[in-house]
């Protein structure tokens, strides 16, 4: 029996399900779980985030192919339909489910992972790494970081969202070496992809498309803003707006300059350390012996 990992990654998705992939797989110490990436870049340098093995199957349905019938299985993607999904929880002894929407449920057969959701079977909580928090020097003014992926150009299409505004820029991972280096002669400042999290713990204020890096932002004490894209799930909404993150809706230039005018004095809400919590909670269903 073998412990698998499976989330959904790719230029048109991002690295925000695979970042924290990358910290839950941390966080399980010496387990032997094998992270399987819908993306075959990633995979390859998924060592660099203290992940040793990984594998690129380029599709959710080629999870059989890697696996065996009662394995054992985390899945964070959106991917499959309800069918499929079922069939999953068949094949897998152990189906352990990250959920990001309010209105999920848990269904007979697996387990969730959710910020939202609590009862019997669930772990409520969000991933973000120890190491964010902390306490950093602020030594990076404003920082903008779009997200990983970028297959439209949306960045360049809402440069005006920026106008005005002393920031440096934050690089993504998918984005395309010509559309980089014209990026990089836009801005004063920029930061390349492997200097992300030195970045994000450094930045006072980060305007961020990414959810993920608004929950790490916050946890280490800066002041993220969120900048809700057209072309990605609004499932965070309520969260961010429990722990009081301001948000932009629809790259509205208005809405970010009243929220930078107030920045200084707005009241960002405590974010709570869930990693503990959670890789207990798989390591008890995994059956896996804790020390």
Same mark, same amino acid.
């Given at each position: 029996?073998?412990?698998?990992?499976?989330? @959904?990654?790719? @230029?048109?998705?991002?690295?925000?399900?695979?970042?924290?992939?990358?910290?839950?797989?941390?966080? *399980?110490?010496?387990?032997?779980?094998?992270?399987?990436? &819908?993306?075959?870049?990633?995979? @390859?340098?998924?060592?660099?985030?203290?992940?040793? !093995?990984?594998?690129?199957?380029?599709?959710?349905?080629?999870?059989?192919?890697?696996?065996?019938f009662g394995d054992k299985i985390i899945y964070d993607s959106e991917e499959a339909n309800p069918i499929m999904l079922e069939d999953m929880r068949k094949y897998f002894s152990t189906f352990i489910?990250?959920?990001?929407?309010?209105?999920?449920?848990?269904?007979?057969?697996?387990?969730?992972?959710?910020?939202?959701?609590?009862?019997?079977?669930?772990?409520?909580? =969000?991933? $973000?790494?120890?190491?964010?928090?902390?306490?950093?020097?602020?030594? $990076?003014?404003?920082?903008?970081? #779009?997200?990983?992926?970028?297959?439209?150009?949306?960045?360049?299409?809402?440069?005006? *969202?920026?106008?005005?505004?002393?920031?440096?820029?934050?690089?993504? #991972?998918? =984005?395309?070496?010509? %559309?980089?280096?014209?990026?990089? !002669?836009?801005?004063?400042?920029? =930061?390349?992809?492997?200097d992300y999290e030195e970045v994000i713990q450094k930045t006072e204020i980060l305007i961020t498309a990414s959810p993920q890096a608004v929950l790490e932002s916050l946890a280490c004490g800066s002041?993220?803003? %969120?900048?809700?894209?057209?072309? %990605?799930?609004?499932?965070?909404?309520?969260? #961010?707006?429990? *722990?009081?993150?301001?948000?932009? !809706?629809?790259?509205?230039?208005?809405?970010?300059?009243?929220?930078?005018?107030?920045?200084?004095? @707005? +009241?960002?809400?405590? $974010?709570?350390?869930? &990693?503990? +919590?959670? &890789?207990?909670?798989?390591?008890?269903?995994?059956?896996?012996?804790?020390?």
């Amino acid at each position: 029996m073998k412990f698998f990992y499976y989330v @959904h990654t790719g @230029h048109r998705i991002g690295l925000d399900r695979f970042r924290r992939a990358a910290t839950i797989i941390r966080s *399980l110490g010496d387990i032997d779980i094998t992270l399987l990436c &819908s993306d075959f870049r990633i995979a @390859h340098i998924a060592r660099e985030f203290g992940v040793e !093995k990984c594998v690129g199957i380029d599709v959710v349905r080629n999870i059989p192919q890697i696996s065996q019938f009662g394995d054992k299985i985390i899945y964070d993607s959106e991917e499959a339909n309800p069918i499929m999904l079922e069939d999953m929880r068949k094949y897998f002894s152990t189906f352990i489910r990250v959920s990001d929407s309010i209105n999920d449920k848990k269904e007979q057969n697996e387990l969730l992972i959710s910020p939202y959701l609590e009862g019997e079977g669930i772990c409520n909580g =969000y991933v $973000i790494d120890d190491t964010f928090f902390n306490t950093f020097e602020k030594s $990076i003014k404003c920082t903008y970081f #779009f997200g990983d992926d970028d297959y439209e150009k949306d960045l360049e299409k809402h440069i005006s *969202l920026l106008d005005g505004l002393e920031i440096g820029l934050q690089l993504g #991972f998918y =984005y395309f070496l010509d %559309y980089e280096d014209a990026l990089k !002669k836009r801005f004063k400042t920029y =930061y390349e992809f492997e200097d992300y999290e030195e970045v994000i713990q450094k930045t006072e204020i980060l305007i961020t498309a990414s959810p993920q890096a608004v929950l790490e932002s916050l946890a280490c004490g800066s002041k993220p803003i %969120y900048v809700q894209r057209e072309d %990605y799930t609004t499932d965070f909404i309520p969260l #961010f707006e429990s *722990l009081n993150i301001p948000i932009v !809706k629809g790259f509205n230039k208005e809405q970010l300059n009243d929220i930078l005018q107030s920045i200084k004095t @707005h +009241k960002y809400h405590k $974010i709570i350390q869930n &990693s503990n +919590k959670i &890789s207990i909670f798989i390591k008890e269903n995994l059956e896996y012996k804790i020390n």
